[in-house]
């Protein structure tokens, strides 16, 4: 089943998406996003050769990283 059916979209759904997504700013994007998000209960994933990636950390200043090997999942 499609979306379109699945969700009862209009046929021209996609292509009006696409159009009114790039509508949107970056201003009002950091709007919604700071009375939305709460940057204190969010947690930042990423993924990669922690010796590679180390270094360039700290300046994310997202906290102290917490390696979880591979193997745990």
């Known amino acids: 089943m499609t979306q379109i059916a699945l969700y009862d979209l209009p046929d021209?759904?996609?292509?009006?998406?696409?159009?009114?997504?790039e509508q949107v700013t970056p201003e009002e994007v950091t709007r919604v996003a700071s009375?939305?998000?709460d940057p204190a209960r969010m947690t930042a994933?990423?993924?990669g050769d922690f010796d590679a990636i180390a270094p360039d950390l700290a300046g994310l200043a997202l906290g102290e990283p917490v390696v979880v090997p591979a193997e745990t999942f």
């Open 12 to 21: 021209d759904y996609f292509a009006q998406f696409v159009p009114l997504v």
């Open 45 to 47: 994933l990423i993924v």
């Open 35 to 37: 009375r939305y998000l």
